[in-house]
């Protein structure tokens, strides 16, 4: 009788058990995109970091070859895509727990994720521009 009362006990409610919500009504996605992107990120800032270091007095027409090449931009698309949406997401998290106002709150999380889509569309701009030319 303990068992099956522990069991049916929960905070959520039977709506939020289907959808799989808590109260903040997506927060277990949040968790999970944040843990994905990081395990995404590991390999391709370890290729990134080695490939810089290798390409360390190239000239400049080897480093566009470099970034020209298809893997090389995609890899390089898929690092700038994940590490831009990883840092909004994490800003998120700070802004939510440190900001007391709710309208600075919602504020700066459009904010944040605004500079973060600039600064991407920018960065993935200038690898397209750079692969497409050669």
């Not at 939020?16 to 919500?21: I, K, L, S, Y």
């Not at 800003?91 to 504020?107: F, H, L, P, R, S």
Request: with cysteine; net charge positive.
């Amino acid at each position: 009788m303990a068992t099956e009362t522990a069991r049916n006990t929960t905070l959520r409610s039977p709506l939020g058990r289907v959808r799989g919500f808590g109260s903040a009504k997506g927060g277990t996605h949040h968790w999970w995109m944040q843990r994905i992107t990081s395990v995404a990120l590991l390999p391709l800032t370890l290729w990134f970091a080695l490939s810089a270091a290798s390409l360390a007095g190239a000239p400049y027409e080897a480093t566009r070859a470099w970034i020209a090449h298809p893997l090389n931009a995609v890899l390089l698309l898929a690092s700038i895509g994940l590490a831009f949406h990883h840092t909004a997401a994490g800003m998120q998290v700070i802004i939510e727990d440190y900001a007391n106002q709710e309208w600075v709150k919602v504020g700066a999380i459009y904010a944040t994720k605004a500079i973060c889509w600039l600064l991407g569309i920018a960065s993935a701009l200038a690898v397209l521009r750079i692969a497409v030319q050669g």
